[in-house]
């Protein structure tokens, strides 16, 4: 195999792993999980700030879940 199959393969399984990210957090926004109680906004005349601190949280906490996961199985399957 050359190098520039690899390469093909790999951007084919990045940009599939961007589409599905999108995806989630196109459906996070739609089921309200974009505007939890611990975030800050602002908004005056001419101007706002959006401040997804509550939001941030959770998202990275269900991140590192997944994440966890699914390197766990990854490793495992390798170790095999």
Same mark, same amino acid.
């Given at each position: 195999? $050359?190098?520039?199959?690899?390469?093909?393969?790999?951007?084919?399984? %990045?940009?599939?792993? #961007?589409? +599905? +990210?999108?995806?989630? +957090? !196109?459906?996070?926004?739609?089921?309200? *999980?974009? =505007?939890?109680?611990?975030? #800050?906004?602002?908004? =005056?005349?001419?101007? $706002?700030?959006?401040?997804?601190?509550?939001?941030?949280?959770? %998202? $990275? #906490?269900? *991140? $590192?879940?997944?994440?966890?996961?699914? +390197?766990? %199985? #990854?490793? =495992? !399957?390798?170790?095999?």
């Amino acid at each position: 195999m $050359s190098g520039l199959d690899n390469l093909g393969k790999m951007l084919l399984v %990045l940009g599939g792993g #961007i589409m +599905l +990210l999108g995806g989630v +957090l !196109w459906l996070a926004g739609k089921v309200g *999980l974009g =505007r939890l109680p611990g975030d #800050i906004v602002i908004r =005056r005349e001419g101007f $706002s700030c959006y401040f997804p601190l509550a939001t941030g949280l959770v %998202l $990275s #906490i269900v *991140l $590192s879940v997944v994440l966890t996961i699914v +390197l766990n %199985l #990854i490793t =495992r !399957w390798l170790n095999r």
